[in-house]
Nanobody
Framework: QVQLVESGGGLVQAGGSLRLSCAASGRTFSTYDMGWFRQAPGKDREFVVG??????YYLNSVKGRFTISGDNAKNTVYLQMNSLKPEDTAVYYC?????????WGQGTQVTVSS
């Protein structure tokens, strides 16, 4: 069983930055198997960023502003979010795909004020 715990959300003004963290436990796997999604009020959950060994895939609206990174030694993936906009307001979820099974964290709220 895999447990994912996000942290780092909060309230920030437009143009500000936040760094989210997602710590995984229960099994050892690569942070390349982890990514981020978000869900804004009244909207469907959407993919934000994921990566493979060779490539990183970003939602178009966050390209150039968000950066994913990982620390395999800590089983932790990070999401650095810069130049935040009010439309980035959402609950951000960490996800992992391990052996064909998807796991989700509980989510962390990010609120960007204008």
């Amino acid at each position: 069983q895999v447990q994912l715990v996000e942290s780092g959300g909060g309230l920030v003004q437009a143009g500000g930055s936040l760094r989210l963290s997602c710590a995984a436990s229960g099994r050892t796997f690569s942070t390349y198997d982890m990514g981020w999604f978000r869900q804004a009020p009244g909207k469907d959950r959407e993919f934000v960023v994921g990566r493979s060994v060779d490539s990183t895939y970003y939602l178009n609206s966050v390209k150039g502003r968000f950066t994913i990174s990982g620390d395999n030694a800590k089983n932790t993936v990070y999401l650095q979010m810069n130049s935040l906009k009010p439309e980035d307001t959402a609950v951000y979820y960490c996800a992992a795909n391990v052996g064909g099974t998807s796991y989700w964290g509980q989510g962390t709220q990010v609120t960007v004020s204008s």
